[in-house]
């Protein structure tokens, strides 16, 4: 393993292979990771354009149990602003190319974090809609910081993907599923007060798809996720034995759910726009909260999210707080499967 | 020891013992803690809602000696706002609720700091003045995370207290007096340009107290601390062997002090205001500034303040570049207090 | 060596040592430095009053490296601001005296290194042109920190220096040259959108003349260093067997020269002006970018800078992604300088 940028670049083999890892971390308890490689002097960097708790500490927090180092920088606010066009005249407001801010880092560093999503408006284009998720989907920042880094790097959420948190969903579905193959998984849309991106959604698809669940991605017409997501975590599903169906029909879709995944998310076509004015209708709010007469309806459904959750919003408190709630079990997996992740790629 | 909350949750004779711990460590000299517990790969969290120098450097660093890994986060800035009311429903700015971020950091550390302060204005109520003060001393914030934690929480400084800078006082006040019981310590208010909080004043007083001096908390009339902690300061004073009285006499009340220590704070009715408009009277100012002359009046007292100080405005430089002056040993006793705290928190 | 504060507070000798020692470090490759002392335990104060993006890292990952930790301060952000005028009346907005930070800082951590830089347009009076600058390159707040400082002090760019840069040119020019004495060194200015600071082409020209070599300082009329500095530098080059010429001919300097490091400055005279004011003339701009014309008057010359670099505006992308360049390597070798530095300063 090379770097660590999207789930799909890796077979559901290697994953399923990444949760035994993560998991028998977990095993050991807190403390050093007696049963990882050894890190001392081996130093993380994490570039967070974005704001993050659970992925930076969980990176922080995992690297120490291992013995090594993270440092984590800010730019834009620690530091200057980057350039990543190929060619740029760089007489503006960009201070650093990507050209040399990936071999600088990877050469200060034994491997590089990036979280850097445009969070629905970003681009270098003015082109909305459709044409600017076709343009952030490309992730050209990470892709191009990835070819010419040394070390590994490891994507903390793109516009594309958030494959870390991708994993920490795997061991989840384990521990919640056992056998998670063939079970039941509906990943269902919500209403939220802002468009959110699509790239943690991407990567709890394929977190289920590549666990074998018989999958329904559940949301109101117009919130399809990106098509080619949508096909690769099908076919991912179906050869792990299980299957995936797009559906709207609340009602329908959580019968015999084992595993809910509450998670909201804009329009592709409000791509370009600033995330307030691709606010969801607030019809849809009361229709597609997640509360107990919905969980109601499931095979006595374990609840996920990612979060952070907006309380009474995206779910009710009495589904939160049921003992079927597995949030914050998710959010600490992110520990075990960030050490999976490092100890992969660090480890001899 | 579960939390590190106020000291008051603590016994004199407890924290008598931390502070043994924590001067044992200091004599141990500069580097790793050898006589304290191996922290390797335990991490500790900070969560700064206020800025800091001494507090997360002193956590950080003793942290470190021992073997251990911090990292600080600042929310609103590295993060987004968090939500504390119960049953809230969360569609304005608040994004993350206690009830997940609590479990959720302590799933991802092994201690939690958290520094939080609403500097007199603050509070969810548009109340002002006492009303203010009684619900912001109630720090729902920290005591709802630390009822929600399952690691230990430490209070880098809420609005009533700051147990830290209390330990390392009792720790310099050993070091000042060697038997500090039954000596003479006046907490001396002293004039600011703006109002402050009266978390530092109260874990200082405390700190006398639980030490078993003779007390005198010397103020402007108006300027009481809280008269819950005055009580109970003077309850731990007396069973400590000491007591304490409450004074505006300075030149009476300097007498025979073996030690000064300094420090301006708002009055409690002026909480809910902002710290501009509940700026002390400038007629206060010459009056309570710790000069050489109050200084004269003292049995060659030592001076302590928690530091940042004003110069010439808190205490004069005569006052702060003598040799009686101990503000600096007291904020490196910051770090030996922290050790002691976290290797009691920590280790086995 | 107590600090580390400018190259010309060390002989040649001595720094020709440090680079002797990064490279030995750097020959070990990456993770633990194994040949350096144990620093765990110890802590490293990082104090940004500007933002950093290698000095930080590189700082941190050396630190790491050795075994010890580092925490980062960004003054005015993370704290409030400080005060460093002798006898100050501070009802301002200053809250901290280095007074007191300085020693507490030094009581926290094994040692610091600071960032403070005033970007041309600081300083505490209202003073311009060559008046301002007199005033600021004294660094009176690192020059008042180190003589308060208990521990080492580096510096970590003031406006007079960045002698963590000039260690690393150093050793690249070692590494480039094998044997640097004699050979020819051009320092060519550049065109910038914005005035720049003298410090780093200050330790820049250093580093050739501590290296002996043939250097020639090339820029626009008015454009000079500080004079000091010209003269140190040609001192310290002919003792070492070099020399320093001044020129503002390109044509001429470039040819035979080894080395090309360009960099752009502002001139002496523009500081107390914003950098956007004292911006330089655009018709300096095409006449002097380093581009495939400039590098081939040369000898064959490698091609540094100390990066941050904007790309086609100081130097073309040709030059950039030629093999000749070696701003990767410089930038990196930041990493084994710091080492060094630190493994000088805090090994036994």
């Given at each position: 393993m090379r770097h660590f940028l999207s789930t799909l670049d890796h077979s559901s083999a290697d994953l399923a292979q990444l949760v035994d890892l993560a998991l028998r971390f977990k095993g050991g308890g807190r403390g050093p990771i007696r049963s990882g490689p050894d890190l001392r002097g081996r130093v993380l960097g994490l570039v967070f354009f974005n704001p993050s708790v659970r992925t930076r500490v969980s990176c922080e927090s995992a690297m120490a149990r291992l013995g090594g180092t993270a440092t984590a920088l800010s730019p834009g606010r620690d530091t200057w602003r980057f350039e990543e066009r190929p060619?740029?005249?760089?007489?503006?407001?960009?201070?650093?190319?990507i050209a040399e801010l990936a071999p600088v880092l990877a050469g200060l560093c034994d491997a590089v974090g990036i979280r850097k999503a445009e969070m629905m408006s970003g681009g270098n284009g003015a082109r909305g809609g459709a044409a600017a998720w076709d343009e952030l989907k490309r992730d050209t920042f990470l892709t191009a910081f990835a070819e010419r880094s040394e070390v590994p790097v490891i994507n903390l959420e793109s516009n594309s993907s958030h494959p870390c948190q991708g994993l920490a969903d795997m061991a989840t579905l384990r521990e919640l599923c056992g056998e998670p193959r063939g079970q039941r998984y509906v990943l269902t849309w919500a209403w939220h007060p802002k468009a959110l991106p699509v790239a943690t959604p991407h990567s709890q698809l394929l977190a289920a798809a590549d666990s074998g669940m018989r999958i329904t991605l559940l949301r109101p017409e117009g919130y399809d996720l990106a098509p080619e997501v949508i096909r690769a975590a099908g076919e991912r599903a179906e050869a792990a034995g299980g299957g995936l169906e797009v559906s709207s029909d609340r009602e329908l879709s959580l019968q015999g759910a084992k595993i809910v995944c509450a998670k909201s998310w804009g329009r592709l076509d409000a791509y370009g726009q600033s995330q307030e004015a691709a606010r969801p209708a607030d019809e849809l709010r009361e229709r597609w909260i997640v509360n107990e007469e919905a969980m109601a309806r499931t095979a006595d459904a374990h609840f996920m999210h990612c979060l952070p959750i907006r309380r009474n919003v995206i779910a009710t408190d009495a589904v939160l707080d049921?003992?079927?709630?597995a949030v914050v079990r998710q959010a600490t997996n992110r520990l075990w499967s960030a050490a999976a992740i490092l100890a992969s790629l660090l480890g001899e």
């Open positions: 060619g740029a005249m760089m007489d503006g407001d960009t201070q650093e190319h049921s003992p079927r709630s």
